[in-house]
T-cell receptor, first 116, second 115 residues
Framework: DSGVTQTPKHLITATGQRVTLRCSPRSGDLSVYWYQQSLDQGLQFLIQYYNGEERAKGNILERFSAQQFPDLHSELNLSSLELGDSALYFC???????????????FGEGSRLTVL | AQTVTQSQPEMSVQEAETVTLSCTYDTSESNYYLFWYKQPPSRQMILVIRQEAYKQQNATENRFSVNFQKAAKSFSLKISDSQLGDTAMYFCAFTQLFGNEKLTFGTGTRLTIIP
């Protein structure tokens, strides 16, 4: 158990809909990352938050948005869903640089999104 | 921009044998970390091993070891005495030491251990 919690584990929805994925990082971790893994693909970085602020952005679509709340949990919002958005969405957290960052990310179990 | 390349989409090996997974990367940074993550069918991403670029000594973790060639920008993973539980996707990943802390992943190698 990595200590990172993601909900829901599975989600099936229709094209054009909007969904929200939730992530709770490990206790004490200030950084949260979102990754997308399409079928048999590597992990594509979407976005990183650090202590409530956006820190880095990857190839995140404009239809997608994220935020990190004061309690450090994060949500990834996916709107106007398309078939191609079907993927496994991972959240990860890490120790901050001033607390001995080792480069390691701790991953949740992922949220499997299926768009029909 | 950093890139990570895994040129072996699939590999298979008999149980108890040794297998080596290849990874190359491209970066202009001098301080960084390299990782191998394992993704079994349960889909959980599990850290296998980590290497700091400033360390010349290759990292080892029980049956797992790496061959880190900094000049060649190569970072291969060797699994000794392979076990059925080693069957998984293996991803090589890179992060720079300073700046944002995101991991850049390769496309993965699907490893199957044959009984």
């Amino acid at each position: 158990d990595s200590g990172v919690t993601q909900t829901p584990k599975h989600l099936i929805t229709a094209t054009g809909q909007r969904v929200t994925l939730r992530c709770s990082p490990r206790s004490g971790d200030l950084s949260v990352y979102w990754y997308q893994q399409s079928l048999d693909q590597g992990l594509q970085f979407l976005i990183q938050y650090y202590n409530g602020e956006e820190r880095a952005k990857g190839n995140i679509l404009e239809r997608f948005s994220a935020q990190q709340f004061p309690d450090l949990h994060s949500e990834l919002n996916l709107s106007s869903l398309e078939l191609g958005d079907s993927a496994l969405y991972f959240c990860a957290s890490s120790v901050s640089l001033d607390r001995g960052f080792t480069g390691e990310l701790f991953f949740g179990e992922g949220s499997r999104l299926t768009v029909l | 921009a950093q890139t990570v390349t895994q040129s072996q989409p699939e590999m298979s090996v008999q149980e108890a044998e040794t297998v080596t997974l290849s990874c190359t990367y491209d970066t202009s940074e001098s301080n960084y970390y390299l990782f191998w993550y394992k993704q079994p069918p349960s889909r959980q991403m599990i850290l296998v091993i980590r290497q700091e670029a400033y360390k010349q000594q290759n990292a080892t973790e029980n049956r797992f070891s790496v061959n880190f060639q900094k000049a060649a920008k190569s970072f291969s993973l060797k699994i000794s005495d392979s076990q059925l539980g080693d069957t998984a996707m293996y991803f090589c990943a890179f992060t720079q030491l300073f700046g944002n802390e995101k991991l850049t992943f390769g496309t993965g190698t699907r490893l199957t251990i044959i009984p």
